[in-house]
Structure formats: C-alpha cells, structure tokens
C-alpha cells in the first residue's frame, strides 16, 4: 500500500511539474517553476518582473559575470557563495583590489521573502538594490554605462535580453534579471521542515528537539525576533552587540535616535553556513552568539527587552546549537539549478 501511494505521489508530483510549464504569452516566454516549499506563503513578485524562465536564466549568468566590476575580478558570487548559503566566510565584504567593505555578507537563502534589504534596510526592492554593489567603491567599483558598454560586446548577452525583456540591453534589464534569479533562491528542505511542516518524527534527533524547544521558550525568547516560518519577524532591532556603535544601522536610513544600534534581523536558516555572525562579523560561532545572548548583551538606550539574559546548562546550549544546525538544506546547498 505504501508502495502505491508513492508511486502515486511521485507521479502526480512529476504531472504537475509538466503542467506547471506554463507560457506566458504577454512575455512570450515560458514561467519560471518556482516550488514553494509546505508552510511557506507565495512570495511577492512584482507585476512588471514576473519569474520567466529567460529572466532567470540571464540573473543567473549576470550573477556569476565578474565583467560586472571594473576590474573584471569580482562577480556577485564572489561574495554571495552557494556552498556558504550565499556568503563568503569573511567578517567584512572583499571587493575589487582586495578593497575591505563596511560590513559582513549576508545569505541571500529565501530573501524573495525579505521586506526591506540590507543590515539597514537601505534598498526597497532587489532590483534597486542590484545597483548598490555594481556602484559600490569597495565592492565592484563599477558604473552602469560601463557594465552595459561591456555586455553589448557579447552576442549572448544581447540574445539573452531580446529573450527576456524584449527589449535593447539596458539597466532596466540588468536589475530586474538579477532580482528575478535571486528571487528563486528558496531554501525549505531542512530536517527542521521535515520535521515540522511534513509530520516527519524522525527528522530531529532528541538533542534538536530539546533545542527547539528551547529556541521556542519564553525565557530564551529567540523566536520572538527570529520567528515564523523565515526565522525572522523582518523588522529592525538593536540586539546589545555594543554600548556604542562604530556603525549605527538602521538610524543611517532614518536619522532617529531610537534606531540606533538596529539591524535587520537575519533568517536563521542555513545559519550552519554563514559564519562570522553579525552586521560585523564579530562572532566567527554559534558558541559565542548564544553566550552573548546568555549574558543578556550589552546595555543600550535602545536594546530590545527581549535580550535578557538566561540561564541554560552546557548541555542545552549543545542542544540548542544542534537545533540551529537543523535549519541546514543540503539539497539548498547543492543546487544545480542555481549556478550557471
Ligand atoms: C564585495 C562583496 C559583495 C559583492 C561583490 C556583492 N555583494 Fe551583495 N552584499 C554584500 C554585503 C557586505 C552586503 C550587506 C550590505 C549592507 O547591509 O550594507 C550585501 C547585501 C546584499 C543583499 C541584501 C541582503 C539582505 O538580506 O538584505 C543582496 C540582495 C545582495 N547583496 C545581492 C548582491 C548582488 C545581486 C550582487 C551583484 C550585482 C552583489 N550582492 C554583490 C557583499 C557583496
Ligand atoms: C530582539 C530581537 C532578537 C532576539 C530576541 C534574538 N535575536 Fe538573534 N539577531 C537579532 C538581530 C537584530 C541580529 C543581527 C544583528 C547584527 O547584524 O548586528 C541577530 C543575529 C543573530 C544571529 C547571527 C545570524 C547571522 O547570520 O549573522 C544568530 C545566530 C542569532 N541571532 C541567534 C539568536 C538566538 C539563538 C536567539 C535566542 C537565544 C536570538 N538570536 C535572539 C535579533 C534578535
């Protein structure tokens, strides 16, 4: 019985695959398939960047293009890392000329989900953020006109836009191509998922479980910042790091007070992976982000309430480390479909 009910599965799951295979015939292309995991909502797509399997497909060789910095040495991948869930292991960003960036690399794991980008929440949409690092001094120390002037000396390229946007090759394409790959970067196969989202009991070991638990807890108060189904509530907080910040966060967009000291709070998935912690990358372990955390952080007009301090046997905090590692998708980080 068993048997027949996953062969049934796995051809109803292969039907569907094929049927999904859409085209759209306004953007004379085909839909990008894009597989929303159990318990995850549909990500927003803007209306003027539906996922096309063109549009992907230039992000993603866009993405991987190091023509896109003035050097030619530094393509976004240099940094964004898929064996690392989209980092690089660095405290701070390298860029062009081995040039040292203000702040730590981010995992780009689920950010179709992200409201606002960046530690600061500086840029609004990933098509408006692509522009930040082709531009930035210390990262690709690039400018627009030079990296289309570049891209229209190769046929592909020019093919690949006609394909995609039916139009010229141009910023507009650029951006949006890049935001549409990223947007597929979807990261929900953990055991934690399996565990959770699917019913599957044997998915967490006992040890995971007893950290889950704790993650969950009202005294440890995790899942308050780094809550639903992305392990982050998406919005800006101080988290006690320091009693006087070198880089102010959030109160660099809005110049208050109040938002000094504020970062976005990151997803926890992959977190296995995406070492050193931190806007700075102050913490190179989960051993020393949870006794930050245990020690209720450092004292700040602005810190949240919620970092408090707690007390929890050594055994716990393997337990509660052996959960974060549960939030690791290996099938995530070895993606195929991700790379060019
Ligand atoms: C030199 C390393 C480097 C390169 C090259 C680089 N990035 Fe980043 N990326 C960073 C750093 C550092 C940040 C955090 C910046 C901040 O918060 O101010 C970041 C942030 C981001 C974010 C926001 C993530 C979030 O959670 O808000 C996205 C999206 C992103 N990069 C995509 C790209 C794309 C697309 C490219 C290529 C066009 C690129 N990056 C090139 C280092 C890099
Ligand atoms: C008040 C909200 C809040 C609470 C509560 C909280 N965090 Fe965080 N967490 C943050 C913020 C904000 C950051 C990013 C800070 C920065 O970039 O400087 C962060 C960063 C992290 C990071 C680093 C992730 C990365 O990729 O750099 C880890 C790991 C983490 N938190 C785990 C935990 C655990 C475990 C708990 C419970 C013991 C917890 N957090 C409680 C807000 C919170």
Known sequence: MKWLLTILILFTACKKAVEKKTFIESESDYQYH?????????????VDNELTESRVLLGKTLFYDPILSSDSSVSCATCHRLNLAFTDGLELSKGVENRTGMRNTPTLTNIAYAYLLMFDGGA?????QALAPIADHNEMNSDMKLVIE?????????????????????AFGITRSIAAFQRTLISGNSPFDKYYFRGDTTALSASEQRGM?????????????????????????????????????????????????KFKV???????YTSPYMHDGSFSSLEEVIAHYALGGKNH???????????ISEAEKQDLIN???SLSDKEFLNNKNFIP
Do not use: M, W
């Open 34 to 46: 894009l597989i929303i995991p159990n318990g995850f909502p549909l990500p927003l797509i803007p």
């Open 213 to 261: 638990k704790l993650f969950f807890s009202e005294s440890l108060s995790c899942s308050e910042c780094h809550g639903g189904f992305n392990f982050t509530n998406n919005h800006f907080e101080n988290n006690g790091l320091y009693t006087v910040y070198a880089d102010t966060g959030r109160a660099r967009i809005t110049n208050l007070s109040s938002d000094v000291g």
């Open 124 to 128: 609004e949409t990933l098509e408006l």
């Open 266 to 272: 990151p997803t926890l998935r992959n977190v296995e």
């Open 150 to 170: 570049r891209l229209k000396k190769n046929k592909k390229y020019i093919s690949l836009f006609k394909k995609a946007y039916q139009r010229d090759l141009d």
């Open 323 to 325: 959960f974060l590692k």
């Open 301 to 311: 007009v602005n810190k949240s309430v919620l970092v408090k301090g707690f007390n």
